[in-house]
């Protein structure tokens, strides 16, 4: 655990042409001009095979974000870098002929989809949590009301998918239940300690402070890893240990309106054992009711919010530290990233002052 406080000193998208990268290319030209260590941790795209090797300095997952972060803390903490920027770039809709794409999300040698493996882990995770079938189908349904009642707030003249999304894609899933991976995007973020932030002149407001990460993967992998996963003990661990960093009663903050959440949403048993296990009730079945007062992300969801692949949980972090750079109320943040079937996952806590 390192001891050196790590924040957040810049970070933007583009997401679909829209946005730039002006505040982070700001900060990376001053740290060049003044000779500072910058480190790049790069979050690959779609197109880097699920079995190609990565190189030391890569990352691929849906928590690729918050494993990257346990490597730029290294990083600073050792004084190997001054700078740390994480980026990836990914042009989902435009980038791939037609056909490709889809041929990319298969897993594991192109043997299944996602989506088959997670319809596995459905009846896991239902007979290990003692739930119902029926009862899964009505959280899932208030899971995705509680996305769009996010979304419209931030897309106030936005429309909802059309029909053919809801319609059911296997027996326990729609296409709204699923990650919606057409846009281009590119986004980045900039770490470094304060003493560097002083140096770069960066104001008190613009900083984010990272006090808790944890990043945990599953030595199983594949269909062999779904009666592993579906406990979501490995995720609890995860939990605990970025829960312990932070020093901060996370669900007490939270359901005081104090604290920000944004759940990894693709699919719903995700969501479903993320709030279980984070404490925010003490059974399954409270989910229902726990949706109709707190919103559970903070871009609607990776369907109707989009989802860039392997940089999910990048945009979750840009888009974390700008709510509570601007909200009145909240000042924690917690983002959730989620990795192959779940059997990655990432916890990451922010804290604004």
Known sequence: MTKTKTFIIAGDRIVDNKGSHTETEKVLTLAKKKDLRIVTLEIVNLAKRWEDKLQPLQFKSGASANAAVEKARKLLSSKKADVVVI????????????????????????????????????????????????????????????????????????????????????????????????????????????????????????RVQIIGNAFTKLSVDGMESLPKIAPYLHLKRTINKALAESKTDFKAEFLKGRALLDAYTCYPVVPMGLIYRLGLVKNMSEIKELLTKHEVTITGGLNLGKAAWNLTSLNSLIVMRERLMSSKKAHLGLVHGNGSLGNQQGITLLLYK
């Not at 791939?96 to 594991?108: N, P, Q, T, W």
């Not at 009301?145 to 003249?157: A, G, H, M």
Request: proline fraction near 6%; glycine fraction near 6%.
């Open 87 to 206: 980026k990836g770039t990914d042009y989902l809709k435009t980038g791939y002929e037609k056909g490709a794409r889809e041929g990319f999300m298969k897993l594991y040698n192109k043997k299944f989809t996602p989506l088959e493996g997670y319809d596995k882990l459905v009846p896991l995770f239902l007979r290990y949590h003692k739930l119902s079938e029926k009862e899964f189908f009505e959280i899932r349904d208030a899971l995705f009301d509680n996305y769009v009642k996010t979304w419209k707030k931030i897309n106030p003249e936005g429309h909802l998918p059309d029909e053919r999304w809801f319609q059911p894609l296997t027996k326990y899933f729609r296409g709204v239940d699923c990650a919606n991976p057409n846009v281009d995007y590119s986004g980045q973020i900039i770490l470094t300690n304060e003493k560097i932030a002083d140096t770069l002149k960066v104001p008190k407001r613009k």
